[in-house]
């Protein structure tokens, strides 16, 4: 299929988005990912509904881009689309008051009819966007847009413009599902006289299912980190529809999230007491005295202070802090807390601070300002969650140089490496088991390394400071999945070259096979097999004759086989060889091996002289009376292969008058890492006998 120069054109879909409108964790992903996607040379739009609570700032610079209805079964409702142009992306905000002009985005009695509108305005929307812009790619996360890919498989395939869609929904948390009343099928969906659809959304006899219909109708299927892919596949996880993620398992992929690295940067941050960076934490110090003074704790920098940012919810893990944190406190840990949810936790909370004043804090509010002072000021950071899809919280604290206190489980898995105390190794610290007592030990091996080896915690510091989260190494992940659902799209230049970077190291960590054959065959010539990559790439210091050919500088074959060696271990360092080079010789070495083989017998030397020119022969433009002589004259000197032990002896001694020579054919093979591996790889007299077995065919 020819490639065409088109961008890969993204329709970006999302209930919420920062910096417009955020309650979790799906504002950030798309609030950072649609502009990382443009930086690495796509075209990104992003659908978000115009929700009231939007301020003002940002209602006063979008444009009125377009109009138009949207049916939703009898409904035939008014859908404007508001533009906005915003750190190089796009921004198209779905109108209707009537849906969206509420306080709060979610948990109204009719948040089935307001999504499924916005899924239908999305799939509608895609015949209304910017000139030039065809959409390539439909985006859809969670399941408030879960109904756009079925709405356009079911309503819109066949029509031009929608054929080239392809779909990918992204699970943010499987544990929100969009479930409702199966009579939504026809009275807002109107789609219960479709069989395959009134099939692939009910969940059970009087339930309609949404993020399961997405499930079933999307060409892919993504979610936040890597083990979380795994784990909903299985009863424990997934909500119920681990059936179904099981049977589209090999659309499914992890990809982890990222955050956003100037945004969260300790040298730069005007929200916290003092800027820090990796090599100068002095400003770190100053960001805990001043957080203990602020929330009344005793300022005292040699007890680790411990906080979480976090919902106040089973899911969170509050059941294991609760048990815990007597032990902890009374441990001489401090422990600050910051959040809000379930009234038996905020109530608990409030207990051990009364029991502990001056060691705990609980401000039981929602204050972004007071967590980014927290993330700068403590030592370390617990996030002990029942299950957790990604988590950004953890990768904010690393960051920060907050050593995170984590379960074992989803994105927190994938993020944080455990302290190895034998090698130094790790970011954080770490627990299996959904156990109290499992993460109070967690917290004081954290605690007793901060006592009693701080060397090794501020090493642990560094490390975990030094890790790249940025959202360029997850858009980098989200492209290779577009370009392998589009593979006519060429993929832009400055994509490609970050990824063939690595190419020359792996070619490196793996020898070739076609290298290997010629060694193991010990007594078969070698030197038929290098010459023909030779006579087509001559180098600087072979000398091309005035008819083509491709001379050696009149060197005796041992100390040609000793400048062969010497050019594969220089040219390893350097890596000068191109893969193109490499497949080109690849390709003469497999011509020419089996003619190797085949004459490679215990016959005279003047039949094998005959054999080591015929070789060359295929690639030099012809040979020269003068070279064929001088050819059989040095093969006539030599023994016969077949005589292997005889052949290894003479090439013993051969062996130290050839290293006494200079090396002058520096450059003389291409694929000098697999020769080099090949060398390496063969005891010293298996060497020896190549070295002879070259000198024979010579």
């Not at 209930?15 to 504002?27: N, R, S």
């Not at 050593?403 to 302290?419: A, F, H, N, S, W």
Request: negative net charge; hydrophobic residues 40%; contains cysteine.
């Amino acid at each position: 299929m020819a490639q065409t120069s088109k961008k890969m054109q993204i329709v970006f879909a999302s209930a919420e988005c920062a910096p417009f409108v955020k309650t979790g964790g799906l504002g950030d992903v798309a609030g950072s990912l649609p502009a990382a996607l443009v930086r690495a040379g796509a075209e990104v739009i992003v659908m978000v509904p115009k929700y009231a609570t939007i301020k003002d700032e940002y209602k006063a610079q979008m444009e009125h881009f377009a109009d138009f209805y949207v049916s939703l079964s009898w409904r035939n409702e008014y859908c404007g689309l508001e533009k906005l142009e915003h750190d190089g992306v796009t921004y198209m905000f779905v109108d209707n008051e009537h849906y969206f002009a509420r306080d709060y985005p979610y948990g109204f009695f009719d948040d089935g009819e307001r999504f499924a509108f916005f899924s239908k305005a999305i799939t509608e929307s895609l015949q209304h966007l910017p000139e030039g812009f065809e959409c390539d790619i439909l985006h859809c996360n969670d399941w408030q847009t879960a109904l756009a890919p079925v709405f356009l498989r079911e309503f819109y395939q066949g029509l031009p413009l929608y054929d080239r869609v392809k779909t990918v929904f992204s699970i943010h948390n499987v544990a929100f599902q969009g479930q409702f009343s199966d009579t939504v099928m026809e009275d807002i969906l109107g789609m219960a006289h479709i069989p395959a659809a009134a099939t692939q959304l009910r969940c059970d006899a009087c339930s309609i299912n949404y993020m399961l219909g997405a499930l079933h109708y999307a060409d892919a299927i993504t979610t936040v980190s890597p083990t979380y892919a795994g784990e909903i596949q299985t009863p424990e996880f997934g909500e119920g529809l681990d059936g179904v993620l099981r049977e589209r398992s090999y659309a499914l992929q992890g990809i982890l999230n990222g955050i956003d690295v100037v945004g969260f940067d300790p040298a730069t941050d005007k929200r916290i007491a003092a800027n820090y960076t990796v090599d100068d934490r002095a400003g770190k110090a100053v960001c805990k005295a001043k957080l203990q003074e602020e929330l009344g704790l005793e300022i005292r920098d040699d007890r680790p202070l411990m906080v979480m940012v976090t919902r106040l919810t089973r899911q969170k893990g509050m059941d294991l802090v609760m048990y815990a944190l007597d032990r902890i406190l009374s441990g001489g840990v401090q422990v600050a807390v910051l959040g809000t949810g379930d009234r038996d936790y905020e109530d608990g909370l409030r207990y051990f601070q009364y029991k502990y004043p001056g060691t705990m804090a609980a401000r039981i509010e929602f204050d972004p300002a007071l967590s980014q002072r927290m993330y700068a000021a403590a030592d370390m950071f617990l996030m002990p969650s029942k299950f957790e899809p990604c988590g950004l919280s953890q990768i904010i604290a690393m960051r920060y140089g907050t050593l995170p206190i984590v379960r074992e489980t989803g994105g927190l898995k994938d993020t944080v490496q455990p302290y190895n105390e034998f090698t130094g190794e790790g970011t954080g610290f770490s627990f299996s088991h959904f156990n109290g007592d499992e993460m109070g030990d967690a917290v004081f091996r954290a605690a007793r390394l901060f006592w009693d080896n701080r060397e090794a915690w501020n090493q642990l510091v560094t490390q975990a400071m030094s890790q790249d989260f940025s959202w360029t190494r997850s858009a980098d992940k989200y492209l290779d999945l577009y370009f392998f659902m589009h593979p006519e799209i060429e993929r832009p230049v400055a994509v490609e070259a970050a990824a063939a970077v690595e190419e020359p190291a792996a070619a490196e960590a793996e020898p070739a096979a076609p290298v290997k054959e010629p060694a193991a065959a010990e007594a078969e010539p070698a030197a038929p097999v290098k010459e023909p990559a030779a006579a087509e790439e001559p180098k600087a210091e072979e000398k091309p004759a005035d008819d083509g050919e491709v001379k050696p500088t009149a060197k005796p074959a041992a100390k040609k086989t000793t400048t062969r060696k010497t050019a594969a271990k220089k040219a390893t360092t350097t890596k000068a060889a191109t893969s193109k080079t490499t497949a080109a010789k690849k390709a003469v070495e497999a011509e020419a091996a089996p003619e190797v083989k085949a004459e490679a017998t215990a016959e005279a030397a003047t039949a094998e002289a005959k054999t080591a020119a015929k070789a060359p022969a295929k690639t030099a433009a012809k040979k020269t009376t003068a070279t064929k002589t001088a050819t059989a004259k040095k093969a006539t000197a030599t023994k016969s292969p077949a005589t292997k032990a005889a052949t290894t002896k003479a090439a013993a001694k051969t062996a130290p008058k050839a290293a006494a020579k200079p090396a002058v054919k520096v450059e003389e093979a291409p694929s000098e890492p697999k020769a080099k591996a090949a060398v390496e790889a063969k005891p010293a007299a298996k060497t020896t006998t190549r070295k002879r077995a070259t000198t024979t065919a010579k």
